[in-house]
């Protein structure tokens, strides 16, 4: 028998190793706001960067405004974007309590919302899905800020003619992990979260197929080369931890083999590959006492998922390699993508041993959870400036870090210094071939990384070692929290308990204040504010009333509005599809007349702009 464990309190320190990691933690989270794209909020912490991508989705007629670009080019990739979500989501799951006493949490669910937000756009339909914005090769060819994009903004989607299983499958595993973090703060949030995680799951398992058969332009950038299968199980995992249904454990007990879940043995993890990730989970629903029926199958599970973790410590029959100072390496290009998953599942699976009171088998002998841990703190402090180089791998962190990015933001001025644009090929022989650090520091960015000999130039066209990507970033906040927060006893297999999160239930009512598309301002005024509140249940509600002025000299007609954020009922206008008409009896706005129209919900006013009108 394996011997028994009992951990306290490890590494309870925040500078345990000398580092900041309540510091790191929350530059870390910084780097999602530079990667926004669409509108940005007025709470918009990186002030170089401004609104972008605003007709995203409007040549295919549904609107793709918002989310994140994946790394340093200005594409939206869905998959590896629903993967940031689940990992931003899986962190404050387990570590939502130590997110918040650093007092990040409200800014970790502000990130999370940003990315479900925009996933839902691109779900308009059960069996429609979009996972793509721009394409890679145009992109590639120009060197703009995302606020100059000339490049193309075309749309693509998967449906039942052109499946995508992976896809689908991982935005399914986005959205149920983020309604399990909104169900405490936002409950019709997280219920419409669920809402498309079900029809997400039903699209991926029934027309299964790969996305980039479908999305063929994501071929060069996001190839799925581990298939769909590891998608499959991973989206049933998250939505059995989201909804505590039997179908899905079912699901996962049944399709072990054929799936591949009991018979992969991996040794990395990440947006493609989340073989070990299921795996985990999986584990963590077995020494949770959930194996019912299928205990056997998932033991197989959880083979698998110890495989891994004696991989990454050097420990089994198959090792994961090492830099000569101690990084997991596992590829040239952007390895610390690889890094941070993987120390991510180290460290949960030691919170997950330790609250079972067991510890880990590998083939040179027994592991206690504390060196999983500590392996995983190795991992962290290596990044953060603990190697040979003694460079910081994280933008901004420590004296000695990154200056010239692999980022065409961060690399050209800002537009609110310069507002002169910046060209496709003059970017490039402007900014890009610029020796010097970037006039915009890119605070928290987590770039690609050494090579297998921890060597690293810090020069803007090493885009395999320079480029930072958000899935680097993302499972990197629950381990910073860990050690930042330590452990606190608490048992990481019993249900998901999420801290209160006291500066939103501090943060006063919504200001009646007026809502102005600039772009329209001259022709269409929209005003909105709060009319009354109230309080049911517990909860409050509040009436919203937003006013449509035709200020031109004109008659307004064929007026098109686009409303989003909206959780509740509305009155005033017909809705047809995604947009929102006058109602049926009134067919145009004379000069100087307004409409108005209300709604109400239990959240910040939604959002309203104006798609398209004439004027007669």
């Known amino acids: 028998m394996a011997p028994l464990f009992l951990v306290l309190g490890v590494l309870p320190l925040a500078l345990a190793g000398g580092h900041d990691y309540g510091a790191a933690l929350s530059k870390s989270i910084l780097f999602f706001e530079a990667q926004r794209s669409g509108y940005l909020p007025k709470n918009q912490r990186v002030q170089w960067r401004g609104n972008s991508g605003l007709n995203d989705g409007k040549m295919s007629g549904v609107d793709l405004v918002g989310g994140y670009y994946d790394a340093g080019d200005n594409v939206k990739f869905g998959l590896p974007m629903a993967f940031t979500i689940t990992m931003m989501s899986w962190s404050i799951i387990e570590y939502g309590t130590q997110i918040s006493s650093s007092g990040e949490l409200g800014n970790v669910l502000d990130a999370i919302k940003w990315g479900t937000d925009y996933l839902i756009k691109a779900h308009p339909q059960p069996y429609v899905l979009y996972g793509e914005v721009g394409d890679g090769d145009t992109d590639h060819y120009c060197w703009q800020r995302p606020e100059d994009m000339t490049t193309s903004r075309a749309a693509y989607k998967i449906d039942p003619s052109h499946p995508g299983s992976d896809l689908a499958g991982e935005t399914a595993a986005a959205m149920a992990a983020a309604s399990i973090v909104f169900r405490r703060y936002n409950p019709a949030y997280s219920a419409e979260l669920l809402k498309h995680a079900y029809q997400l799951f039903d699209f991926a398992d029934k027309y299964r197929g790969k996305y980039d058969g479908s999305i063929t332009v994501a071929q060069k950038y996001y190839r799925s080369v581990s298939g769909y299968a590891d998608e499959l199980l991973w989206a049933a995992a998250w939505m059995h931890k989201a909804t505590n249904n039997q179908y899905y454990l079912n699901y996962l007990g049944k399709n072990g083999d054929a799936l591949g879940g009991t018979g992969w043995a991996m040794t990395e993890f990440g947006w493609d590959v989340k073989y070990a990730g299921v795996q985990t989970l999986v584990a963590k629903f077995l020494m949770a006492g959930k194996g019912a029926g299928y205990a056997p199958v998932f033991e197989k599970y959880q083979e698998k998922a110890e495989f891994f973790m004696c991989s990454c410590l050097g420990k089994g029959t198959r090792n994961a390699q090492r830099t000569p100072g101690g990084l997991i390496f596992r590829q040239r290009w952007n390895n610390m993508q690889f890094v941070t998953s993987a120390s991510f599942l180290l460290t949960v699976y030691s919170d997950y041993l330790s609250s079972a009171r067991k510890s880990l088998k590998c083939a040179s002998g027994f592991v206690t959870p504390s060196e999983l841990l500590s392996f995983a703190k190795s991992q962290v402090d290596y990044i953060l400036g603990d190697n040979p180089r003694a460079t910081s791998y994280m933008v901004g962190y420590g004296n000695n870090y990154p200056k010239q990015v692999h980022h065409?933001?961060?690399?050209?001025?800002?537009?609110?210094?310069?507002?002169?644009?910046?060209?496709?090929?003059?970017?490039?022989?402007?900014?890009?071939?610029?020796?010097?650090?970037?006039?915009?520091?890119?605070?928290?960015?987590?770039?690609?990384?050494?090579?297998?000999?921890?060597?690293?130039?810090?020069?803007?066209?090493?885009?395999?070692?320079?480029?930072?990507?958000?899935?680097?970033?993302?499972?990197?906040?629950?381990?910073?929290?860990?050690?930042?927060?330590?452990?606190?006893?608490?048992?990481?297999?019993?249900?998901?308990?999420?801290?209160?999160?006291?500066?939103?239930?501090?943060?006063?009512?919504?200001?009646?204040?007026?809502?102005?598309?600039?772009?329209?301002?001259?022709?269409?005024v929209l005003e909105q504010e709060e009319r009354i509140s109230w309080v049911f249940q517990g909860k409050t509600y509040y009436r919203y009333s937003t006013k449509v002025t035709n200020k031109s000299t004109k008659t307004l007609k064929d007026l098109k509005l686009s409303i989003t954020k909206l959780y509740g009922p509305l009155w005033g206008l017909t809705k047809a599809g995604n947009f929102y008409f006058f109602p049926a009896w009134i067919n145009s706005l004379q000069a100087g007349k307004s409409i108005e129209f209300v709604y109400i919900h239990s959240a910040s006013p939604a959002d309203v702009s104006v798609s398209s009108y004439s004027l007669v």
């Open 408 to 524: 065409r933001a961060s690399s050209i001025v800002s537009y609110k210094i310069n507002p002169s644009f910046v060209s496709c090929r003059g970017g490039y022989s402007t900014w890009f071939s610029r020796k010097a650090s970037d006039p915009n520091l890119l605070t928290g960015a987590l770039v690609g990384g050494p090579d297998a000999y921890d060597n690293f130039a810090d020069q803007r066209g090493n885009y395999e070692q320079t480029e930072p990507a958000t899935y680097n970033n993302a499972p990197f906040l629950g381990i910073l929290a860990r050690l930042h927060g330590g452990h606190s006893g608490y048992n990481q297999l019993l249900p998901v308990e999420l801290p209160s999160l006291k500066p939103v239930a501090a943060q006063p009512k919504p200001a009646p204040k007026p809502v102005v598309n600039p772009a329209i301002a001259n022709s269409i």
